[in-house]
């Protein structure tokens, strides 16, 4: 059974920039499609950005394009969220996942199986 652990939230000032990062463990999660999520108070959890198991192929959310950047080390068995230009409504807590269901988009959270505990980000304006 394989475990995701996220890191690297905090408190940060609109425009400020943090990096996330989801190490695996128990498992090796290098031949899986991964994805970052975020669910804000109140909210349903959102796709926030996507690769493949390469890393060669990334896709994102329309609101994080351009600002977000995902990335993975296959050989540290870690994904990770660059996020730029921060703003308070990116407010939320971050969870990373890996994906076992590729039919259909991997938009869709019911495509990952595997989910770690979230790490909080607050942008404050």
């Known amino acids: 059974q394989g475990q995701l652990v996220e890191s690297g939230g905090g408190l940060v000032q609109a425009g400020g920039s943090l990096r996330l990062s989801c190490a695996a463990s128990?498992?090796?999660?290098?031949?899986?499609?991964m994805g970052w999520f975020r669910q804000a108070p109140g909210k349903e959890r959102e796709f926030v950005a996507g690769?493949?198991?390469?890393?060669?192929?990334?896709y994102y959310a329309d609101s994080v394009k351009g600002r977000f950047t995902i990335s993975r080390d296959n050989a540290k068995n870690t994904v990770y969220l660059q996020m730029n230009s921060l703003k308070p409504e990116d407010t939320a807590v971050y969870y990373c996942?890996?994906?076992?269901?590729?039919?259909?988009?991997?938009?869709?959270?019911?495509?990952?199986?595997?989910w770690g505990q979230g790490t909080q980000v607050t942008v404050s304006s």
């Open positions: 996942a890996a994906r076992t269901d590729y039919s259909g988009s991997g938009y869709d959270r019911k495509k990952y199986a595997y």
């Open positions: 690769l493949n198991w390469s890393g060669g192929s990334t």
């Open positions: 128990g498992r090796t999660f290098s031949n899986y499609a």
